[in-house]
């Protein structure tokens, strides 16, 4: 099992940055691909961008790139989302999800950390 705990989501002007961070325990490996996702009110939930636990390899969606960075600390088990240049649409509950590396599916999820983007 693995449990997640997201924080760091709050109000923020456009063009303004937030760093979320995602605490890990449980039962980590390095075979694990860390994730984060995003629902905004009435659409459904998106994939944002994920890191190999290993940090060998990131990838993001098209709505993130060039703005958003995902990264990982070991040492303190947690997975990070920095963002910049926040946009109104980038508006949503952010979620961090863990699966296992080949799987095609997210196995874990935390509860979610509200990110509220100001005009």
């Known amino acids: 099992q693995v449990q997640l705990v997201e924080s760091g989501g709050g109000l923020v002007q456009a063009g303004g940055s937030l760093r979320l961070s995602c605490a890990v325990s449980?039962?980590?490996?390095?075979?694990?691909?860390m994730g984060w996702f995003r629902q905004a009110p009435g659409k459904e939930r998106e994939f944002v961008a994920h890191?190999?636990?290993?940090?060998?390899?990131?990838y993001y969606a098209d709505s993130g790139k060039g703005r958003f960075t995902i990264s990982r600390d070991t040492a303190k088990n947690t997975v990070y989302l920095q963002m910049n240049s926040l946009k109104p649409d980038d508006t949503a509950v952010y979620y961090c999800a863990a699966k296992s590396y080949g799987s095609e599916t997210y196995d874990y999820w935390g509860q979610g950390t509200q990110v509220t983007v100001s005009s």
């Open positions: 449980g039962r980590t490996s390095s075979r694990y691909v």
């Open positions: 890191i190999t636990w290993s940090g060998s390899s990131t």
